[in-house]
């Protein structure tokens, strides 16, 4: 983040564990962007992989979860989520990768109001990517109502790969979107 973001971006968060400590696995911090090209970074705290004894998937999901509830609690309407805990945190990449989808989700059909359109799911590794995708290919999404349910906003959202170029509309007129980018490893 110092390299991208700017030491602004570090200083923040330094000054942050001082006055308020460090964050547990599952919380976030949100801090300004420094360098980035966005508004702000939502820096979430994943957990160590430890066998998967110690509620790590609970904790993952949670992290994306609260991600998403900060980025829409502030208006946003874009979020870039990261495979959290899938790198030096040693967390199975094809779990974390199901639970940050089905946190993506859960969080898009659930959150009434929201303001997310569109989430990017984001990696500098290849084989993360290709694992998202497949997972996204094989996942349930809500669909239509069936003949015997009534047509509710949550139940047209749908989640799209980036090779999908169509946007699909809810029945209240807005877009959820997942895109699958692969960014440089310089990040």
Known sequence: MDV???SEVTEECRMRVKLEGKLL???TFVSRPGRLPCKAVIHAVGPMW???KHNEENHLYAAVSQSMLEASQRGYQTIAV???SAGIFGFPVKRA?????TASRDFLTDASGT???DVYVVDNDPEVINS???SLKSMTLPSEPGPDEEPHEHQARRVRTQKSAERT???SGEFTVVYLLLLPSVL
Do not use: D, S, Y
């Not at 990768?97 to 989808?101: A, D, G, K, Q, S």
């Open 50 to 52: 430890r066998g998967g």
């Open 4 to 6: 991208k973001g700017g």
């Open 25 to 27: 696995p599952g919380q």
């Open 115 to 117: 303001c997310l359109k």
């Open 132 to 134: 998202f995708e497949t």
């Open 97 to 101: 990768v199901e639970i940050i989808l």
């Open 169 to 171: 509309q809810n029945l």
């Open 82 to 84: 990261p495979a959290i």
